[in-house]
């Protein structure tokens, strides 16, 4: 199964924790929204273009909005914390 974590708050560290254990059976990847951005995940991660840009983050593959909603129908479940 693939999932999608859509993480908004870098301060929290429980979504990071359950896609880490989702990660070793199903096929997990993060996408970094707002000041998440500034979060150093372990898995995969994307980073909203405009978010990253806005606040100077650079070193994740960043995606346009467009991708994002194409990244909404591609995974078979979507978390958003």
């Not at 707002?34 to 994307?46: G, I, R, S, W």
């Not at 960043?62 to 958003?80: A, N, P, Q, T, W």
Request: charged letters at 25%; a negative charge.
């Amino acid at each position: 199964m693939k999932i999608l974590h859509i993480i908004r708050n870098p301060n929290d560290a429980t979504p990071l924790e359950i896609a880490r254990a989702q990660s070793k059976e199903h096929e997990v990847a993060i996408l970094l929204l707002h000041d998440a951005v500034y979060a150093t995940p372990e898995l995969p991660a994307y980073a909203c273009a405009k978010d990253a840009e806005a606040r100077g983050v650079t070193g994740y593959e960043c995606v346009g909005y467009e991708r994002i909603v194409e990244m909404l129908f591609e995974y078979d479940k979507v978390v958003s914390w």
